[in-house]
């Protein structure tokens, strides 16, 4: 009965966590993207938000905490309230920095691009995952991964070179080209670091479970998001923010 109930919850996580994950990829975009077309110009905060929401991972770190705290046996020792170790912080530190970083190119692109034309690009990710993740974690190519890159890529080009539809009046053709490679770079970052993450958890010297992967996306967003505050202090956002409040 146990494992019937924890295959019900496992399949229950995977399925908000999939919902939130696939209403975050739509909205994001299009919230973003209708900031930039209303006169919006601060990049830095644009990427902030992306990941400032980490805080509420501490929901259902609770959750779990307490699940763990009432299911203890007498003779156990008491429930740890942190499971992650140094060597997997620091290792999830560094891939939140790159994901800070990530998050601003992407913001930059976006601000330059239509939205339609930035997901295509962005829709290339498949193929920099597949390829880094088969220099790093040994995943091997499929012919309907194979497939999947090449139409996607070529989709992603195409529109690309010949999508302006609602390009912001007076952007220039160096500008909307260097939108292109920025969002094509973020695409290729973001898709060295999924399997950078998967190539974290095998090289983690502890059981891999709910818990410690949320420990590790809360570690990975707080560092993006703290990255993303440097730039905004370096380029004085806080103070436009501040005058556009009062």
Request: proline share 3%; with cysteine.
């Amino acid at each position: 009965m146990d494992a019937q109930v924890s295959n019900t919850t496992r399949k229950a996580l995977l399925a908000l966590n999939c919902g939130l994950l696939g209403i975050g990829n739509c909205g994001g975009p299009l919230l973003m993207r209708l900031y930039f077309l209303h006169g919006g110009k601060r990049v830095w905060l644009s990427s902030f938000l992306e990941t400032a929401g980490f805080p509420i991972v501490l929901l259902p770190l609770s959750v779990t905490y307490l699940r763990r705290r009432n299911t203890l046996s007498p003779s156990s020792t008491a429930t740890e309230v942190i499971s992650i170790r140094w060597p997997l912080f620091t290792a999830s530190a560094v891939i939140g920095v790159l994901t800070g970083l990530d998050d601003y190119i992407y913001a930059y692109g976006l601000a330059r691009l239509p939205v339609s034309t930035s997901s295509l690009i962005i829709a290339t990710q498949l193929a920099f995952t597949a390829g880094f993740a088969f220099l790093l974690v040994r995943q091997r190519f499929t012919s309907y991964s194979i497939n999947a890159v090449v139409l996607l890529s070529i989709g992603a080009v195409v529109l690309a070179l010949h999508t302006t539809g609602d390009r912001p009046e007076g952007e220039s053709d160096r500008e909307y080209v260097l939108g292109f490679i920025l969002t094509l770079g973020a695409s290729a970052l973001y898709g060295f670091i999924l399997p950078l993450v998967e190539l974290t958890y095998k090289k983690a010297k502890q059981v891999i479970s709910y818990t410690l992967v949320m420990e590790i996306q809360m570690v990975m967003s707080f560092f993006a998001t703290g990255f993303c505050i440097v730039g905004m202090l370096i380029n004085n956002d806080f103070k436009v923010t501040s005058s556009h409040v009062t």
